[in-house]
């Protein structure tokens, strides 16, 4: 995953004329999604001139790829579509023994992403069980060019009044609980991921409101209502 101070700081100002009404954040809970993984659907992007968001019509014919990266750093394909027209169906099978990570790499991951977070440190060390389990993640789909160059990215999606909501996908060989909660001036931090064994959805989630305390949340889910597929553009494309 991303780390959320940067990524989330730029989107969030990407898609300030594109809120929606205010969206509740869905209570934690088992997300299992089988041990295959089948991803689809039209997304949608910012207008170049004037607000609001568009169906993104793909007229370069790029293609979609869903790269996970294994504990040596090394890329791995975890599968590959076309998206006529911007529609598309990616299947992602489960991942091979050699590209899954350990756990306890992942919650590493995601202490960074609290200390780095929009905002500001947020102390969070997690609880995890088992601590040997093994895992692999993804949060956004790749768009390349037939050359083989990057065009962009593709993420699950959803800015309102006072939320950023973001979907990722996370394989695990066990299941396997990761949790933690932590307080920092201003804001507070949660973790209550309920893994399964196979794919699971995760979300993670900024609430701010003027005057309240902020909040950064990562959660197997529900998704939120209305989210969307989202194509962010890099360069000219």
């Keep these: 995953m991303t780390r959320a101070r940067t990524a989330l700081g ?11 009404e205010a969206q509740s954040v869905p209570p934690a809970a088992e997300a299992a999604l089988g041990t295959s ?5 039209q997304p949608m992007q910012q207008r170049v001139t004037g607000p609001g968001l568009e ?21 791995y394909h975890g599968g590959e579509a076309a998206a006529p027209r911007g529609e598309f169906t990616v299947e992602v099978p489960p991942p091979a023994a050699e590209a899954l990570i350990p756990v306890m790499d992942y919650s590493a991951e995601i202490v960074s992403m609290f200390a780095e977070s929009y905002f500001g440190p947020i102390p969070l060390t997690p609880a995890v069980t088992p601590a040997d ?3 692999q993640r993804f949060s956004r789909i790749e768009v390349r060019s037939r050359e083989g160059q990057s065009a ?12 950023t909501m973001r979907v990722g996908w996370v394989y695990a060989d066990r299941d396997v609980a990761i949790s933690g909660r932590a307080d920092a001036p201003g804001v507070s931090g949660e973790v209550d991921l309920r893994l399964k064994r196979g794919w699971n959805r995760v979300v993670m989630m900024l609430t701010y409101e003027r005057g309240r ?25």
């Design 37 to 41: 993984l089948r991803l689809s659907g």
């Design 10 to 20: 730029v989107m969030t100002l990407l898609l300030l004329t594109a809120w929606t």
């Design 213 to 237: 305390q902020g909040r950064f949340l990562l959660r197997t889910a529900a998704e939120p209502a209305d989210i969307r597929w989202i194509y962010w553009e890099l360069g000219s494309g």
């Design 133 to 135: 389990a093994r895992i």
């Design 152 to 163: 962009g990215f593709i993420q699950r999606w959803l800015q309102t009044e006072t939320s």
């Design 55 to 75: 169906p993104w019509r793909n007229q370069k014919d790029y293609r979609l790829l869903v790269r996970l990266v294994d504990s040596s750093g090394d890329p």
